[in-house]
């Protein structure tokens, strides 16, 4: 079992910027490709950015491409994205969610919600114009 916690969300204006972070239980975290997904209101859950478990390969949404970067520390079982520029319509719920992966899929970005194992609560974020 993974427990996953994130933190950081919270009411900025446009043109602000947010660090989510995302805490990971467990003692393999090394072996988790990462993900991070919103819910905005009356959507279904999207796909924002992720990265394989070496953080060699990351992937982004298109809607989020030049604006926010994903990270991840292993040493601190934590994975962060970098909102820049935000805007009223990147207003949603942040996941955080893990995959855990093997050495033949360790290279990949999973970008696909049903793709994960384990999710976390999620962190509000408010964009306001």
């Known amino acids: 079992q993974v427990q996953l916690v994130e933190s950081g969300g919270g009411l900025v204006q446009a043109g602000d910027s947010l660090r989510l972070s995302c805490a990971a239980s467990?003692?393999?975290?090394?072996?988790?490709?990462m993900g991070w997904f919103r819910q905005r209101p009356g959507k279904e859950r999207e796909f924002v950015a992720a990265?394989?478990?070496?953080?060699?390969?990351?992937r982004y949404a298109d809607s989020v491409k030049g604006r926010f970067t994903t990270s991840r520390d292993n040493a601190q079982n934590t994975v962060y994205l970098e909102m820049n520029s935000l805007k009223p319509e990147d207003t949603a719920v942040y996941y955080c969610?893990?995959?855990?992966?093997?050495?033949?899929?360790?290279?990949?970005?999973?970008?696909?919600?049903?793709?994960?194992?384990?999710w976390g609560r999620g962190t509000q974020v408010t964009v306001s114009a």
């Open positions: 969610a893990v995959k855990v992966t093997t050495f033949t899929t360790r290279t990949y970005a999973y970008t696909g919600k049903n793709d994960y194992d384990y």
């Open positions: 467990g003692r393999t975290f090394n072996n988790y490709a």
């Open positions: 990265h394989s478990r070496s953080g060699g390969r990351i």
